[in-house]
C-alpha cells in the first residue's frame, strides 16, 4: 500500500460511506480526494474511480469505526489506529479532517509511523476549494483517472 487516507468516521447517515457504489447525495469526500489525486472531477459511476484510486495504492480506514458527534471520542481510538497502521504498513499516512490531525498526528509521530505533517479540512461545509489548495500536492498522481 502507498498512501493510507484516515478520515473521522463513517458518516451517520450509512448510505454514504466512501466506498458504497450508490450515493447519489453528499459524497463530498470521495469526489474531492478523486478530483485531488487525478485532477479530474468523478462522474457518478464510482467502480472505475475506486478502481484508479487502488491502482495508485490509495486507500481509505477511519478513525472511528461508527459515527460520531463529540470529537473528544477520537482521542482515545488513536492506539488502534496506530495498531491498525502498523498492520497496514503503508508508505505514508494523510490524515483527513482537522479533527483527525488533531487528535491522531502526535500518536502516530511518535509511534515512528510515516505520517504526513499537513493539516487537512474535511472538504464539506464550504472547505471544499481549501481541501483541493492542500490535498492536490499531496495526493496528485500522474496516472490518470479511469479510462473512458
Request: glycine content about 6%; hydrophobic content about 40%.
Amino acid at each position: 500500500m502507498h498512501t493510507l487516507l484516515v478520515a473521522e468516521g463513517p458518516p451517520s447517515a450509512l448510505d454514504r460511506y466512501f466506498y458504497f457504489l450508490d450515493v447519489s447525495v453528499q459524497d463530498s469526500l470521495f469526489r474531492h480526494v478523486v478530483e485531488a489525486t487525478f485532477g479530474e472531477r468523478p462522474t457518478r459511476d464510482k467502480l472505475p474511480w475506486l478502481g484508479a484510486l487502488k491502482d495508485v495504492g490509495y486507500f481509505l480506514i477511519d478513525l472511528s469505526p461508527e459515527p460520531f458527534d463529540d470529537p473528544r471520542t477520537l482521542q482515545p481510538l488513536v492506539p488502534d489506529l496506530v495498531a491498525r497502521c502498523r498492520t497496514l504498513k503503508p508508505d505514508r499516512i494523510v490524515l483527513i479532517g482537522a479533527r483527525v490531525y488533531d487528535a491522531a498526528y502526535n500518536g502516530l509521530y511518535d509511534a515512528k509511523l510515516p505520517v504526513v505533517d499537513a493539516r487537512l479540512p474535511m472538504p464539506g461545509s464550504g472547505q471544499q476549494r481549501r481541501f483541493l489548495e492542500l490535498a492536490t500536492p499531496l495526493l496528485a498522481v500522474t496516472s490518470p483517472g479511469p479510462s473512458r
